[in-house]
Nanobody, 115 residues
Framework: QVQLVESGGGLVQPGGSLRLSCAAS????????MGWYRQAPGKERELVAT???????NYAESGKGRFTISRDNAKNTVTLQMNILKPEDTAVYYC?????????WGQGTQVTVSS
């Protein structure tokens, strides 16, 4: 079982930036597809971005050009750099690790974009 711990959330003004980090522990982490998802109040959890073991990235349309996902297999971390943040980016952001049918989630970190 992979353990995931997110950090880096907080309150930021529109147009600002935040950097979320996910610290992972477990076996064969470098093989996992890692991702960030978010859930806003009253809405379903949605994809933000994923990155494969080969560093192939995928982004939801809402974050393209503004968000960047990266991973450091040596440090077992996954990072989401978020720029030009908008109020609609407000949500709890969750780190995710998937390998076949194995799926793990972190506890989430709150991101609030407000003036």
């Amino acid at each position: 079982q992979v353990q995931l711990v997110e950090s880096g959330g907080g309150l930021v003004q529109p147009g600002g930036s935040l950097r979320l980090s996910c610290a992972a522990s477990g076996w064969m982490l470098r093989r996992y597809v890692m991702g960030w998802y978010r859930q806003a109040p009253g809405k379903e959890r949605e994809l933000v971005a994923t990155i494969t073991s080969g560093d192939v990235t995928n982004y939801a349309e809402s974050g393209k050009g503004r968000f960047t996902i990266s991973r450091d297999n040596a440090k077992n971390t996954v990072t989401l750099q978020m720029n030009i943040l908008k109020p609609e980016d407000t949500a709890v952001y969750y780190c995710n690790a998937q390998l076949g049918s194995i799926l793990s989630w972190g506890q989430g970190t709150q991101v609030t974009v407000s003036s």
